[in-house]
Structure formats: structure tokens, C-alpha cells
């Protein structure tokens, strides 16, 4: 007799019955009704198991799991077969895993047992899997499945009932106890094990909508689903135990069903499934056939769309399943995803061109995660690195868009979501796989995998050929939705060998990271192509007979159009139209493709010239042959008058009187950074200090996760972000309404925000100028009780220019022609000190304060690698020899630094004057640190470095980077300082220039001129007591820039 779904007594769902005890629960309240119905799919025959003959199935698996009880109840059971016992801890191993991860799973898990079986594959694979654990010296018992017709007398027919020998009773268990383990795929690395607990099982699947859709007596295909995946476990094993449905699988045969799309509709139909599930490309197969969407009419619920209705679904291992299904509001809604009331799922924005975020489920009383990975708000939570974008018009509706694994950054820091792009290009009849790539590199890439039929499309040098041109529409479809950064070019395709065919995971998906790893070496050979030789592109070259540039403008303007795919104004900034050094590199390499004298320049030449028109000038003048040149300082003085011109309102309005504050609000920018850090926790330690608000640009990680990483980088106090004056703002600062609320009423503000990048030009800083134009509006605006904020900019030495080295600077204006002979950043933080003389000339009290360089804090030594001394000690390092300069340096440690503007800025009453410096008002020599260095690297690398002249050191170094053959980010790992190699030229320039004076022994080294600092002495107690420079500050540097891989490509 079969039992009615009427008939069905539920058990309790609170965890006082957990999966276990269910089977007896069963055993007692519904011995008679269907727990699943396997259909053969050879005669279409049924064969229906109960929950009695199922209960008698379990305990005797479980005598010959453990006889006579000897495993202790906890033990972890590995399973390469699909079964399920009681008072042990499963542990379902996919067969498609590669054996060292099913080894890496059995070893970390301590994975006493493990059951095998079933087929020759699996006894292939146990082999294998016995010698690598004897190599890991693991011990592992194996045992064999026994044949399923000895646990499950039905299959055989057989009228002879099996004996009930129930299981020892279990042990008490608790919410935390492991119920079972499940695994990930190992797509991006090793398999990761996944514990189930008894509250996450009920919370994360019993009870979530999902499985209660199909409760009761309903037929329930599963027979596609995989046991050792998280949707076969809770779909096949646990929620039928509660939910009550009865699932249809396949019958066991000697040979098992491998499901397909074909097999799968016709044990559905025919065991006249009401509902179904399967994968999604079960559903692109039937979506062709007619015949099979007629069929799918009958079932309640698969899909929408010609009659047949498809719930998408969603969980993981780590949380379960958070979706629910909800009613079809729009025939394109199929895709998108309702998530449960019972879940708190939360979105992180990506800040990238499609808009994405990434979900993070937040504990609640009704969900818990079974991996708590990251905490939000104070609360614990996972970040599952699943990407989702939201419904166009339905807030509550997302669509999984892919994995953050699967996102690739470039070197540039741009990011790139490869799973539309790859998308399309599978589209392509004769494509099987595509697997973009590109990651720290200045461009992407693609390599392709045609289906079977097509795999000698490419063996020969014309085959490939034809094969580009029969995936390039599709390819061209990809860029067109893609960001200009994210574009394949045509030399950037690669095919995969047929001897090589991409490794697939357990889901039958491809492994992106095993495939990469295989093909790795083809990879890095295509990069170092395209690095080295010149692009040839279809664009033809100006007209030889043109009269100026006006001709070379036009036709670079095609050029760059072509490239960013948009138009282009010729007068303005590239790099603010879209223009990225990935893009910088494909141009240079274009137009050496095209013009021979394009030789002449390199990528600092688009750097320094970011418009068309000055581009097309450069140009124009190496085709002529005309050798006049511009004067350079002239030009940079008529840059630096147009952006003062431009940002300066030259305001008149009258500014409310100021009062005295007992207690400073501070609005400070940047703060996750170098300074940015220390002024941060300097400003939360004050008792003068009553709030602060932090503004930084928006961040995918969120700016308090940033900030608590950039603390623990510098070894600050982490606790300090806690406190109750800390506000935390995501602000654009070239947005002139900077969407800040009118409740910031500041007392100070300290803009320390500032681009950093020293190959830029003055017109690339535009955005940052900007924001300095901005924030000056916002303190002119204010509606304080106390009056308008005092202003205060982080400037820079670099304002002073290279024209007078060895010369000291007083606390007072630069002129803009001292400004002109410096480097972009410089000129653009000179245009910013100009609109704040402007400003205090109509009221607003400001200060800029000039920096030195900074370097590593005295506590954790954290000084950015990319700045321009680690960049030389990086070289040095990789060359055997260190730079020697005349002079002294006056570098001041950051901590020093933050503590000397607070001291001027918050805790002093004096009158603050317009200009002062924060530079070490007690220099050392350069050789002094040099040989310092070379001792302490001494400890690590095993000898001295010998200091030789900073020209000599430079010549060795450009030789060494010359003579490199590798790509070009290895070569910039392994000599850092050719990124900034003009940079490093003048600095030598300078150091000879010294050499040639009597008195330039005090001189400050490197061609910058030493920052007077005796105001700001008079005003801070902590700069006028600052420790001279010595080796424990050194060896601070050095083990920081260890820990960040500065010296590993050495």
C-alpha cells in the first residue's frame, strides 16, 4: 500500500528531529508512503521505495559502515558514491574532482573512511587516490560499496524483505554539531570543504520556501541532479525527509544513467513529473524541440514561455538555498531572482561599467550561513563573490551576472567581467568554451575552444586565419557592449590545442583557473608578442603632402576613435574621454605600426601630451623633420595661468565671522591612504576633536573595510574606527554638489586627496583641481555656528619645480615660473595652492602645507612600493649595487607628518599663517641612509651592495631593463624604477649639477630644494622634536617593502 499525500504526517522542522531520526520518524508515521520512484528508462518500468523499505535500507548500510559500532559517532565518512547514513558525518566527494583535490579534501578534513564503487572510473581513481594519500602519509580505510540489490531487496524484485536492524541509538547533538560536508567545485583552486550544521541545515534549507513548493504527496523530478552538490543534497537527501514529496531518479543499472536532455524529458514525462529541475542547458536543448516543449506543457512549473513556466533558482553550499519562487510578473522576468524574507541579503557596489554588486548574506534569527567570512555593520556575514545586477525597474528582482573570482583587473586597476563577453563569443556555432584573460596585464585576452567538429580549423597558419575571421563577428559583438578597456583585440585570440582540451569542474562547467594554468606558457608568449611588436592596424598613414599638423590631427583622431570606439574631442584631456595606459600602450604601438618616425616617442610621450592636437603636433614635427622645439617651460607656464583661470570664481562674497571653537568638527579627505591613515587616527585620538567626517570615493569593498585594512597595514589601532565621532562619507569629489549632507558643519577641513602619478601631464589632474574648486565652494558655502572652516591643503615639494637644486624654499608662495620646470603632479598641486591664495584674499582662512617626502611610519615602516626610493632600492637590489647622491635628505616619517599638521592645524590657537612645511628639520646624508640600506639588506640578500655614483648606477640600470627579455610587467617587477625613468634622469642631472658646487654638501639630494621649516617648528612641538633618521627607521622600510614582494623578482 502507498500512502496519500493527505496521509502524510509532517515532522517537526525545529531541529528536534534532525536528518537522522527523520528515517525512524518516517519508520513510525509514514511507513507507506512514496519516499522516491526510480524510473528505467530502458522499459519504462517503475519501481517505488517507501520510508519503510527505505529505513530498512539505511541501518543495514549502516551495520556495514561500521559493524559492531566501532566508529565513534562524528566520524567523517568520504563518499565517492551517492548514499546517505546515519550518526556518521557524509561527506559526498564529486568523482569528477581531480585526485589531488579529492585527496586535499580526505587530508583537511581528517576523513577517516572513504566508500567507492559503482564503476571502473571511480576504481581508477581510487587508485590513483591511494598512492597520493600514501605519498601525503594519510591514512585513509577504504571500503567497498556493496551492491545496492543487497540494501535495497526491491531492485531485484526480490519478495524476501530484509531483515530491520535499527542503528544504536545517537548521542545527544547540538545547533553547532556537523550534520554533513559538503565541497566547492575547485574551479578558481583547491576543492574548499564546507561543514553543515544542524542550525544551518533547517535554517539555510528545511526552512527556507524553496523545497515547500512541492510538499506532500507530489512527484518531484531530480533524477539530473548530482548527490554531491549542494542542490542533489538538499533536493534528493534532506528536504523530501521533511517536505514530504516524492522524487522520481533514474533506476539503478550495472552501467548508471548519465542524464541528458533527452533522458531527463523522458523519465519527467513519464513518471508523470509535476515539477522538474535540471541545469540550465538541459533547457537551451528543449527549447528547440518542439516535441519536447509540447511535453513540458503538462508539468507545473519549469520555465516561462511558450506555455512552460521556469523558476531560476539560486544558493550555495556556504548558505543554502535564499531564493524563493515567486509568480511571473513579464515573460522576460524568467531570469532574475526574488530573494527570501527569511534571508538578509545585502548588495556591495563594484563601481564598474555594468553596474554590479556583489551579495553578501548577513546572519539573521532565521539564517545563518554555514561559512561566515566577513562582517557587515557589526553583524557576521558571507560574501559569496557572486555578482548580481538589479531588474531595470524591479527593485526586488536580480540576475546572477557571474563570479568576482572570474573578474579580471588589469594593470591599470581597471576591471573587466568577462562573463557577458564570453557569452557572445560562444554564440558561435563552431565555439565550444571561451575564457577570457588578462589579469595584471595592460590588456585582455581570449582563448577559444571550437566543438569537436571543428577542431582542425586551426592547425595551420591559414586555418588559423580562418578561424579568427569565422569567431571575429562574434568577438566585435562582445566589444561593442563592452567598456573600451575590457576589448579583445585581433592579435590578443588564442586557440586551444585539441591535444589540450579545457579541464572541466564536477558541474561540467570549465575550470578557468586549471585551463589558464595549462595554457599559461601560450599565454605569456602571445604578451610578449604584442609588447614587443609593433601593432599592424588598417589604419593608413597621413598624407605625405599635408601642410602642418592639421592633416596628422585628423587622421589621429580616426585613429583614437577607432580605438576607444566613441568620438573624441581633439582639445581635451584623452585621459578623461577614456584613454587608460591599456589603451595609451595600443595606440603607441599603432601608430609605430604605421608612422617610422613614431620610433622616436613612447608611452610618456602620450602621457605628456594627452590631447590630440598636442599629439598631432609632436607628431607632425618628427614627419617634418623639424627639429624646433617648443620651449617646454613656456608651454607648462601657459597650462599652468589656463587652469587658474579657469577653477578661480574670483569671489567677492563677504564670509561670516569666525569664533573660536572649544571643540574642532574636521572634515578630512583621503583617508585611506599613507597620510590619509595617520591624520585619521591622530584626529580620533584628540580631545579637541568632537567629529570627524572621512570622505573617500566610492569603494566596491566599502570604505570602512578599506580603511580597517589600510589601519592593520600600518599597524594603527583598529578600534579607533569604532568610535562614535567617526563618520564615514562616500563622496566625487569633481561633482560640484559633492551630494554631501548640510549637516556637516565643519570647523576645519584638510583636503589630502590627491592623485599620484608622476608620468602624468598637468591636464591629467584635471579631476583632482577640480576637486580642490569644489571643496572651496562647499567651505565658502557653509552655515556653521562658528563661521567658515579653515581650509587646509596637503601640498607638495614638487611645486617648487627642478630649476634651482640646492636652493632652500621659504614658508611663502612659489612662483608659477618655478612651478613650471616640475612634473605634472607638481604643477597641478601649484594650481591648487593658487586657488587658495585667491580664496584667503577674500576671507577664507587657509593654510597649505607643503610635504617633504614621507616616508615609512616609525611602528610598522609601511611606505607604498610604488613610491620613487623603493622603487630605486627595488632596482638596486635586482642590479647588485645601490645610487649615491651628494646632499642630505629631510624625509619625515608619516606618523611625524599627521602629527605635525594636527598639532598646526587643531591643537594650536595662534593665528595659523597661510604657508608652512613639514619636512625633518634635522637632514641626514644621502649616504648616510645608502650605506644603512646596504646593511640592512645585507640580512637578506647575503652581502653588502656597493654605493657607486648615482649616473653610473643609472646607466647599469637602463642597460639591465634593456637587455630584459620578458614581458613588461615582469620587467617593471624586477626594475621599478624604469616607470619612472624620467623622473630618475632628471634626478641625476641634479646630483651631477651638485657635484659641481663647493657648498652642496647641505644641499638636498635628488634636485629638489630643501623645505624651510621654521614656522612650523615654532607650531608643532612634534616636528621640532623628531627623531633623526637611523637604522631602526631603515630596517622598518625594508621588512615592510619585503612583506609587500618588492624584492621577489629580484
Known amino acids: 500500500m502507498v500512502a496519500t499525500s493527505t496521509d502524510f504526517v509532517f515532522p517537526p522542522t525545529d531541529g528536534s528531529v534532525p536528518p537522522a531520526l527523520a528515517i525512524d520518524f518516517h519508520l513510525k508515521y509514514n511507513p507507506n508512503h512514496l519516499w522516491s520512484v526510480l524510473y528505467n528508462i530502458n522499459d519504462s518500468s517503475e519501481t517505488n521505495i517507501t520510508y519503510e523499505q527505505l529505513a530498512h535500507a539505511v541501518h543495514h548500510a549502516a551495520h556495514i559502515l561500521n559493524p559492531g559500532g566501532k566508529l565513534p559517532q562524528g566520524t567523517q565518512i568520504g563518499l565517492l558514491v551517492s548514499t546517505h547514513t546515519i550518526q556518521y558525518v557524509p561527506f559526498p566527494i564529486s568523482p569528477r574532482t581531480h585526485v589531488p583535490g579529492i585527496a586535499h579534501l580526505l587530508a583537511s578534513t ?7 564503487g559503482g564503476s571502473e572510473s571511480i576504481a581508477d581513481i581510487t587508485l590513483q587516490l591511494a598512492r597520493d594519500l600514501s605519498e601525503m602519509e594519510f591514512h585513509v580505510q577504504f571500503l567497498e560499496m556493496p551492491p545496492l540489490d543487497s540494501i535495497l531487496p526491491q531492485l531485484c524484485k526480490s519478495r524476501i524483505q530484509s531483515e530491520h536492524r535499527p542503528s544504536p541509538p545517537l548521542k545527544p547533538i547540538t545547533a553547532e554539531t556537523t550534520i554533513c560536508m559538503l565541497h566547492s567545485s575547485g574551479s578558481t583552486g583547491m576543492p574548499r570543504p564546507v561543514k553543515l550544521h544542524l542550525e544551518g541545515v533547517f535554517k539555510n534549507f528545511i526552512n527556507q520556501p524553496f523545497g515547500w513548493l512541492y510538499a506532500g504527496g507530489i512527484r518531484f523530478g531530480t533524477m539530473a541532479l548530482p548527490t554531491f552538490h549542494a542542490m542533489g543534497m538538499f533536493l534528493q537527501v534532506m528536504m523530501p525527509l521533511y517536505a514530504g514529496y516524492t522524487q522520481v531518479m533514474f533506476a539503478p543499472s550495472r552501467i548508471p544513467v548519465v542524464p541528458t536532455p533527452d533522458l531527463t524529458i523522458k523519465a519527467g514525462i513519464g513518471a508523470r513529473c509535476e515539477y522538474m529541475m535540471c541545469v540550465p542547458a538541459f533547457l537551451e536543448a528543449w527549447s528547440v524541440d518542439e516535441n519536447a516543449v509540447s511535453q513540458l506543457r503538462r508539468m507545473k512549473g519549469i520555465m516561462f514561455g511558450g506555455g512552460v513556466r521556469i523558476h531560476c533558482c539560486y544558493g550555495a553550499t556556504e548558505v543554502g538555498h535564499v531564493h524563493k519562487i515567486w509568480d511571473l510578473e513579464g515573460p522576460s522576468d524568467w531570469g532574475y531572482i526574488k530573494f527570501s524574507p527569511h534571508v538578509d541579503a545585502r548588495f556591495i557596489p563594484q563601481n564598474d561599467a555594468d553596474n554590479t554588486f556583489e551579495v553578501v548574506f548577513v546572519v539573521t534569527d532565521d539564517h545563518k550561513p554555514f561559512v561566515l567570512n566577513y562582517e557587515l555593520d557589526g553583524k557576521l556575514a558571507y560574501k559569496t563573490k557572486d555578482l548580481v545586477v538589479g531588474h531595470p525597474s524591479k527593485p526586488d528582482l536580480w540576475k546572477i551576472f557571474g563570479r568576482l573570482d572570474d573578474q579580471i583587473v588589469l594593470l591599470n586597476g581597471e576591471k573587466t567581467n568577462p562573463g557577458s563577453m564570453e557569452a557572445e563569443i560562444v554564440k558561435c556555432p563552431t565555439v565550444k568554451s571561451a575564457i577570457m584573460f588578462g589579469r595584471e596585464r595592460n590588456q585582455t585576452g581570449v582563448l577559444i575552444e571550437f566543438e569537436e567538429s571543428s577542431r582542425d ?56 583557473s586549471a585551463a589558464l594554468k595549462l595554457y599559461a606558457r601560450d599565454i ?20 605625405g603632402s599635408y601642410s602642418g ?37 595600443m595606440l603607441l604601438r599603432s601608430l609605430k605600426g604605421t608612422l617610422s618616425t613614431a620610433s622616436k616617442i613612447n608611452q610618456r610621450t602620450i602621457f605628456a601630451k594627452p590631447t590630440v592636437k598636442q599629439l598631432a603636433r609632436v607628431l607632425a ?17 601657459q597650462d599652468i595661468r589656463a587652469r587658474i583661470q579657469k577653477y578661480d570664481n574670483g569671489r567677492s562674497q563677504p564670509l561670516a565671522h569666525y569664533r573660536q571653537s572649544t571643540k574642532e568638527r574636521v572634515v578630512v579627505t583621503g583617508t585611506t591612504g599613507g597620510l590619509g591613515s595617520h591624520l585619521l587616527a591622530q584626529l580620533l585620538k584628540s580631545d579637541r576633536v568632537e567629529r570627524v567626517w572621512a570622505m573617500n570615493r566610492k569603494s566596491s569593498k566599502g570604505n570602512k573595510e578599506r580603511q580597517t585594512t589600510s589601519f592593520q597595514d600600518k599597524l594603527l589601532d583598529v578600534n579607533l574606527l569604532k568610535s562614535g565621532k567617526l563618520v564615514f562619507v562616500d563622496v566625487d569629489l569633481e561633482d560640484s554638489r559633492l551630494a554631501l549632507s548640510k549637516e556637516i558643519e565643519a570647523t576645519v577641513m584638510i583636503h589630502n586627496a590627491w592623485q599620484v602619478n608622476f608620468n602624468l601631464s598637468l591636464q ?20 556653521a555656528p562658528t563661521g567658515s572652516p579653515l581650509f587646509v591643503f596637503a601640498s607638495s615639494i614638487a611645486v617648487a619645480g627642478f630649476a634651482r637644486p640646492g636652493s632652500c624654499l621659504s614658508e611663502a608662495p612659489v612662483t608659477l615660473e618655478d612651478g613650471a620646470t616640475s612634473i605634472g603632479y607638481g604643477q597641478s598641486k601649484l594650481v591648487a595652492e593658487k586657488l587658495l591664495e585667491s580664496a584667503s584674499r577674500v576671507g577664507l582662512r587657509t593654510c597649505i602645507i607643503r610635504l ?5 611610519d616609525a611602528i610598522s615602516g609601511s611606505w607604498s612600493t610604488t613610491d620613487w626610493v623603493p622603487s630605486l632600492v627595488g632596482s638596486s637590489v635586482s642590479i647588485g649595487c645601490l645610487p649615491g647622491a651628494i646632499g642630505t635628505v629631510s624625509w619625515l616619517p608619516l606618523d611625524v607628518a599627521a602629527h605635525s599638521i594636527i598639532d598646526i592645524c587643531i591643537a594650536h590657537s595662534a593665528e595659523i599663517p597661510p604657508v608652512v612645511h613639514a619636512a625633518h628639520p634635522h637632514p641626514v646624508p644621502w649616504m648616510d641612509i645608502l650605506a644603512t640600506l646596504s646593511v640592512v639588506l645585507a640580512s637578506r640578500t647575503g652581502s653588502h651592495l656597493p654605493i657607486v655614483p648615482f649616473d653610473e648606477w643609472n646607466k647599469r640600470v637602463t642597460q639591465a631593463v634593456e637587455s630584459f627579455r620578458g614581458l613588461e610587467h615582469e620587467r617593471f617587477e624586477r626594475f621599478p624604477s624604469a616607470k619612472i625613468q624620467s623622473t630618475v634622469d632628471g634626478m641625476v642631472r641634479a646630483d651631477l649639477e651638485l657635484r659641481t658646487r663647493r657648498d652642496a654638501s647641505d644641499a638636498e639630494s ?20 623628531a627623531t633623526e633618521l637611523g637604522i631602526g627607521h631603515v630596517g622598518k622600510w625594508v621588512g615592510y617593502w619585503e612583506s609587500m614582494g618588492l624584492f621577489k623578482a629580484a
Open 764 to 783: 591629467s589632474f584635471e579631476p583632482s583641481i577640480r576637486g580642490v574648486h569644489n571643496l572651496l565652494d562647499l567651505a565658502f558655502q557653509s552655515t
Open 621 to 637: 614635427q618628427l614627419s617634418s623633420k623639424n627639429d624646433d622645439k617648443a620651449d617646454s617651460t613656456t608651454e607648462a607656464l
Open 549 to 585: 599638423p592639421e592633416d596628422m590631427e585628423e587622421w589621429l583622431k580616426t585613429c583614437v576613435q577607432n580605438l576607444l570606439g566613441r568620438k573624441i574631442d581633439v582639445s581635451e584631456d584623452l585621459f578623461q574621454q577614456g584613454m587608460d595606459s591599456l589603451t595609451a600602450t
Open 852 to 856: 617633504g617626502q614621507l616616508t615609512g
Open 110 to 116: 581528517q576523513t577517516s573512511l572513504l566508500v567507492t
Open 524 to 543: 605569456q608568449e602571445m604578451y610578449l608578442e604584442l609588447e614587443t611588436e609593433p601593432m599592424v592596424t588598417n589604419n593608413s598613414s597621413p598624407s
Open 1006 to 1025: 635628488g634636485g629638489t630644494v630643501r623645505l624651510d621649516t621654521s614656522t612650523a617648528e615654532v607650531l608643532s612641538k612634534t616636528l621640532r622634536s
Open 457 to 512: 580549423l586551426c592547425r595551420t597558419n591559414q586555418g588559423g586565419i580562418k578561424a579568427l575571421e569565422e569567431i571575429w563577428p562574434f568577438v566585435e559583438r562582445a566589444n561593442q557592449a563592452s567598456p573600451s578597456h575590457s576589448r579583445i583585440a585581433k592579435e590578443a585570440v588564442l586557440f586551444s590545442d585539441p591535444a589540450r582540451p579545457f579541464p572541466r569542474t564536477p558541474k561540467g562547467g570549465v575550470s578557468r
